[in-house]
């Protein structure tokens, strides 16, 4: 069994407890929390399952690393602190651990990553004889592997677009969703997340992964940004009130130039309510949330996913299948020789040992 830290316990790492504990080959060793209320509380209760688990939280990171868990599952943010995440990565990898994690927008290609973040990890995994692999679902697999298998089931492909339609206010992180996105804020405000380059910052090493899997080089990559304002109040279950005259709605893309053609494109359609933007694009199925690829060729191929979890939210089914990818892929790390990874590096492969299996 390979032992397992989850480090983090917010949307991401509920569902990474879960995974660790479903999975046949992993054995949940710890979990580090930063909440002194969490501490002492059982993972169980934390991840949402029934009865114990017996693994208490703890904030006493050295402790746990001293153990030298053979990985490390790193849950915790890094939108508004990458430095600090990057630096706890690299002190759980310089302890010998596998870790997988989808907190380092630079890393997810890590082969165009600047050296202030590549460097480090490539120094941690020398000296402590760890990996990373970082992933998610957008940016993850949403806008790489998916889309990659889906264009090899073509004759001829003209364009891959990569969408995330989301109802945020579905989402589990208000913070976030209005002060880094913007929604709520006057349409004057300058929400960090859809400052230029930043949407290339978080999703331009998945373009750059993607043309790479396809053997073309990218001439440049291009920012849209479009905004909307509500049209009147509206009221979320999860979030409260939005005022009219507020932004209610994104819609950006990420674009990969091909011999000045936009090729490859990763498009966000973000609403706070379905009331905005009526127009834009919607769930196929009209519920909260799916993301999508379209491949234009012959043929021309549509793949949508919708995931739900937690009481049938799509966006912590969206989190849960970014963790699936990570938690699955660390039976794979570990038997493979340390080092950074991506990707294109680490195979997306069927649940063996797990179907049937309940979980508590």
């Not at 501490?39 to 208490?56: F, K, N, P």
């Not at 909307?228 to 009130?241: E, H, I, N, Y």
């Not at 209610?248 to 490859?264: T, Y």
Request: net charge negative; with cysteine; aromatic share 4%.
């Amino acid at each position: 069994m390979i032992s397992t830290v989850v480090w983090g316990t917010g949307n991401v790492g509920r569902a990474a407890i879960r995974a660790v504990e479903a999975h046949p080959a992993l054995e949940l060793a710890a979990v580090l929390v930063h909440d002194p209320a969490k501490v002492g509380r059982d993972a169980a209760q934390l991840a949402g399952l029934d009865g114990q688990l017996g693994i208490v939280a703890t904030d006493d990171i050295e402790a746990i690393l001293a153990e030298h868990p053979r990985a490390v599952v790193y849950a915790a943010s890094g939108d508004i602190r990458p430095d600090e995440a990057l630096a706890d990565v690299t002190r759980a990898i310089r302890a010998g651990a596998v870790v997988v994690t989808p907190a380092l927008y630079p890393l997810y290609d890590h082969r165009s990553a600047p050296p202030e973040f590549r460097d480090p990890v490539l120094a941690a995994v020398a000296e402590g004889g760890g990996s990373l692999f970082v992933s998610g679902v957008d940016p993850g697999w949403g806008n790489d592997v998916l889309p990659l298998l889906i264009s090899g089931l073509g004759s001829t492909v003209d364009a891959i677009r990569c969408q995330e339609i989301f109802d945020y206010s579905t989402y589990d992180q208000e913070e976030s969703v209005r002060d880094l996105i913007g929604m709520g804020h006057p349409m004057e405000y300058e929400p960090l997340m859809l400052a230029p380059s930043i949407p290339t910052m978080a999703w331009g090493g998945q373009l750059r992964l993607m043309a790479r899997a396809l053997g073309v080089d990218l001439d440049d990559i291009r920012e849209t940004m479009d905004r909307r304002a509500l049209d009147a109040t509206v009221s979320t279950r999860t979030m409260g009130t939005f005022e009219a005259g507020t932004q209610g709605a994104v819609r950006f893309e990420v674009q990969g130039i091909v011999e000045g053609e936009p090729r490859i494109v990763i498009e966000h359609v973000t609403r706070i309510h379905p009331s905005c933007a009526p127009d834009w694009p919607v769930p196929p199925d009209g519920g909260d949330g799916a993301h999508r690829v379209v491949i234009e060729g012959r043929p021309r191929i549509e793949v949508t996913v919708e995931a739900s979890d937690e009481g049938a939210n799509r966006s912590a089914g969206g989190n849960a299948t970014a963790v699936g990818r990570l938690v699955n892929a660390i039976d794979w790390l570990v038997a493979a020789e340390p080092g950074l990874y991506d990707a294109l590096d680490v195979p997306l492969r069927p649940a063996v040992g797990r179907l049937g299996r309940k979980q508590r």
